[in-house]
């Protein structure tokens, strides 16, 4: 997929352009450099990375392994994002690697008891649910 395989109207691109497909495209670890880096901004992708051996490397770069920034502007070079602020993927990634909630919390910018309840609603616990006295 290219920028020529998507309508041409820029707006409905960005509306259809989705975390998934970020994700899919440079994997969860650069997804999450990303969100972590640009979560709630704007960002543009440029149409051709320059390496950081170049004079002026790409500023993608700075945060994105050349490969990945590669893939980005393959399939969306040349457009402004607005990057996600995710914070329901972002749970999950780091209460699957262990993040207390409190930890979780300052990382996301929500209050501990929200990231509790984020983490029941994507049943991410580590403990079973409890039981409802009869």
């Known amino acids: 997929m290219t920028l020529r395989d998507v309508p041409q109207d820029e707006d409905d691109f960005r509306q259809n352009l989705r975390l998934d497909s970020i994700r899919a495209l440079i994997g969860d670890e650069e997804t999450m450099r990303l969100l972590e880096k640009f979560g709630g901004t704007r960002i543009f992708i440029p149409n051709h990375v320059q390496s950081k051996r170049a004079g002026k490397p790409s500023k993608i770069l700075q945060f994105l392994s050349y490969e990945s920034a ?3 502007s393959q399939v969306f070079g040349g457009l402004a ?4 602020l995710a914070r329901n993927f972002r749970i999950s990634y780091y209460r699957a690697r262990g993040e207390k909630p ?3 919390a ?5 209050s501990r008891s929200a990231v509790w309840k ?3 609603r994507l049943r991410l616990g ?3 649910p409890m039981k409802r006295a009869a």
């Open 102 to 104: 409190v930890i979780i």
């Open 106 to 110: 300052q990382k996301v910018g929500l």
């Open 70 to 72: 590669i893939k980005l």
């Open 126 to 128: 580590t403990q079973p």
């Open 81 to 84: 994002y607005d990057i996600p």
């Open 118 to 120: 984020a983490i029941k």
